[in-house]
């Protein structure tokens, strides 16, 4: 971790986001070209390292897999993946990582529709029930405010909470972590929250705050 510097990536953040745009509509087409997949890139990325173009915080539920939905090779997204995409401190750690490290021009907060982790916390909530588990307690304790905030919205309940937590993840990431927050104010880096729909398989980008 010698490098430092902050936004200074190959990609712009435009090219980024068109880049994720063109790779969701090949993957939602059923027209995916598996791009940097073969044995060429493999020695590649091992002899000159990794250059994302984006870090990518999403859910850890199966049908929810990056390289796929955007269509992307190895060595070009920087993942994590936290069930309910919680931004907690070892997630914001590595995000801080791609940022500081590795210059991503593009930070993503992926949120997907149907999210089970929202679902549970959602039912919890209503019913006053919490897990035995200290650890899922945790995970639920880190949706809940967006819970509390979604459920009493008109329309449906799991959508609205599920929309908040993914701006509420937002908001977490930058005021836990100065790296990101500064980058952003400085134009080096975009956050940028967005919503995968399950059945058609399409990205959304929800809007700035």
């Known amino acids: 971790m010698t490098n430092t510097s902050i936004g200074s990536g190959n990609i712009s953040q435009k090219d980024a986001m068109d880049k994720l745009a063109e790779g969701n509509k090949r993957y939602a087409n059923g027209c995916m070209a598996h791009p940097n997949q073969d044995d060429a890139r493999r020695k590649d990325v091992d002899e000159c390292g990794q250059n994302p ?24 997204l920087f993942i994590i993946r936290l069930a309910g995409n919680v931004a907690d401190k070892q997630a914001i750690g590595s995000l801080e990582y791609a940022v500081a490290h590795l210059n991503v021009p593009v930070l993503m907060v992926l949120g997907h529709t149907k999210c089970g982790a929202v679902t549970a916390t959602l ?11 200290e650890n899922l307690d945790a995970l639920m304790d880190e949706i809940m405010p967006a819970v509390k905030i979604g459920a009493p919205l008109p329309g449906d309940p799991l959508a609205n909470s599920i929309l908040a937590n993914i701006e509420l993840v937002l908001d977490n990431i930058r005021s836990r972590s100065s790296i990101i927050a500064n980058a952003e104010k400085s134009g080096a880096l975009l956050v940028q929250g967005a919503m995968y729909d399950l059945p058609s398989g399409v990205v959304s980008i929800i809007p700035s705050r």
């Open 53 to 76: 173009y984006v870090a990518v915080l999403t859910c850890s539920d199966s049908r929810v897999p990056p390289e796929l939905i955007f269509d992307a090779g190895v060595g070009e």
């Open 123 to 133: 039912d919890a909530f209503r019913s006053g029930n919490r897990p035995e588990s």
